[in-house]
């Protein structure tokens, strides 16, 4: 597919040239030229002889900057002073700090916030451990935990390398659902010891969101923390990708007009978000999916090792369909792709049923260019920001996060992931609709308030589920 040019590979390049209007005109017909978009012209200095410049430009990444600043470099009496990537400039210092929510002006106030008054608020919390969620950060607090074996798509980069996520992650928290998160990046990748450390960690925290482990480990985390917390565990590269899939879904089907127990669905991939999906999916009432891996159809007459590739097995392909991804997309409703670039192509998306939908989720580049997908399908979503329905977990993991903390929910059940997905849905009103808005922007102020109060709404039916004081 077409790389587009992206803010994410956003110049600024400080430019030296002569005086008068022809000269930053010129330069920003160079950039131009040179297939960036210009987004700003700012003027740093100003004089008789000459100016100085700061041009900043969407461009396709790394080598083609190089190119665009070798354009500017060009222009007759022009020089390029430096040139920063402005991603890696919201980068400098980390994009997370700490704030007190109380002010220390004098004696009086630190005496209550420290010692000697702070005291008497331990032994309360002492004598009754559930005061911690109402008398410390525990109450809206999050641990985003990884060991940066499965970051993005760039795999097994280490705790360090993986720190950036986690911190965009945090923000995502605060800016959408105002929950304090903060990274926890753990330098072992032994299932016992990050299962140990995340519940010796567990008293700070009022929930804990696992990130970008590698499967199969991730589920045995997940499940063990699950059993021995008693605070709600989630594993968003499995159940928030679920829960945004199965919105993006339930509108769709209301785009072409079908029902999700009616459908034939075809998922790429079978890790953690692939399995997730599936129960995600029969959960609502799917009942002909077939899912395929590198092999082709799963199907309960092949043998696997792993427990959970054996549940999807055990729990999808009803009629025994054999054959590769290609062959499973002939009469097919409904294409998710979780898996790789490029795995299909237009010509098999055109053996699909009329008004077939198509999420082709791997990121950056999905299983199949959209716009050679949307030749032959009726709706399409990717994962990327430059094309229309972008399938992204923020809309997800905050606003559940914010209800789960509020309802003091010690356990995240299926119900409150389909609640979740149900209110992003319904973010979207009926004469909004359109096979190019099945999913809201990720900025709609709505989104979140709607899944908290969706999770609040479900986890009340579900006493056992939460704590006695919320």
Not at 88 to 113: I, P, T, W, Y
Not at 174 to 189: G, M, S, Y
Not at 315 to 334: E, K, M, R, Y
Request: proline content about 4%; overall charge negative.
């Amino acid at each position: 597919m077409t790389v587009q040019t992206s803010p994410g590979h956003s110049i600024t390049a400080r430019v030296s040239a002569p005086a008068g209007f022809s000269a930053t005109a010129a330069l920003a017909a160079a950039a131009a030229s040179a297939g960036a978009d210009v987004t700003a012209l700012d003027m740093v200095e100003s004089g008789h002889e000459g100016v100085v410049v700061d041009l900043t430009a969407y461009t396709r990444g790394v080598t083609h900057a190089a190119e665009v600043v070798e354009a500017l470099k060009s222009v007759d009496g022009v020089e390029v002073a430096n040139v920063s990537d402005r991603t890696f400039l919201m980068h400098l210092g980390g994009k997370l700090s700490v704030q007190s929510k109380v002010e220390l002006r004098n004696r009086d106030e630190l005496s209550r916030a420290y010692t000697p008054g702070v005291a008497r608020v331990c032994m309360a919390i002492h004598e009754n451990p559930d005061d911690a969620r109402h008398l410390t950060i525990k109450r809206n607090t999050v641990a985003v935990v990884t060991d940066g074996t499965a970051v993005l798509g760039l795999g097994n980069i280490g705790p360090a390398a993986a720190l950036p996520v986690m911190e965009g992650k945090a923000a995502l928290f605060k800016r959408f659902a105002d929950v304090d998160a903060w990274p926890v990046c753990l330098d072992t990748t032994d299932t016992e010891q990050i299962i140990s450390i995340v519940k010796a960690l567990a008293p700070v925290y009022g929930g804990v969101n696992l990130e970008d482990i590698a499967a199969p480990r991730c589920f045995e985390i997940e499940r063990r923390l699950r059993e021995e917390l008693d605070i709600p565990v989630f594993h968003d590269d499995q159940h928030g990708t679920a829960i945004v899939v199965l919105a993006a879904l339930i509108n769709a089907l209301r785009v072409v007009g079908k029902e999700i127990s009616e459908v034939r669905i075809v998922v790429s991939g079978v890790g953690a978000a692939g399995h997730a999906i599936i129960q995600l999916l029969k959960a609502q009432g799917a009942r002909d999916i077939i899912a395929c891996d590198r092999n082709g159809a799963v199907d309960h007459d092949r043998e696997y090792a792993d427990e959970h590739r054996r549940w999807i097995a055990d729990n999808t392909n009803p009629s025994g369909f054999v054959g590769t991804l290609h062959d499973a997309l002939a009469g097919a409703d409904v294409f998710v792709g979780v898996s790789a670039p490029g795995v299909i192509e237009g010509k098999h998306v055109a053996t699909m049923n009329d008004g077939a939908i198509v999420l082709a989720l791997a990121n950056p580049d999905p299983e199949i260019d959209p716009l050679e997908a949307a030749e032959h399908a009726a709706v399409v979503a990717t994962g990327r920001s430059d094309f229309p329905n972008q399938i992204n977990n923020v809309l997800a993991f905050p606003g559940l996060f914010r209800g789960l903390l509020d309802a003091g929910v010690r356990e995240i059940s299926t119900e409150l992931l389909v609640a979740a997905a149900e209110a992003i849905a319904g973010c979207v009103a009926s004469d909004e609709l359109t096979s190019s808005y099945i999913i809201p922007s990720v900025f709609d102020a709505r989104v979140a308030p709607a899944v908290a109060a969706a999770v609040q709404a479900t986890a009340v039916t579900q006493p056992a589920a939460t704590t006695e004081e919320n």
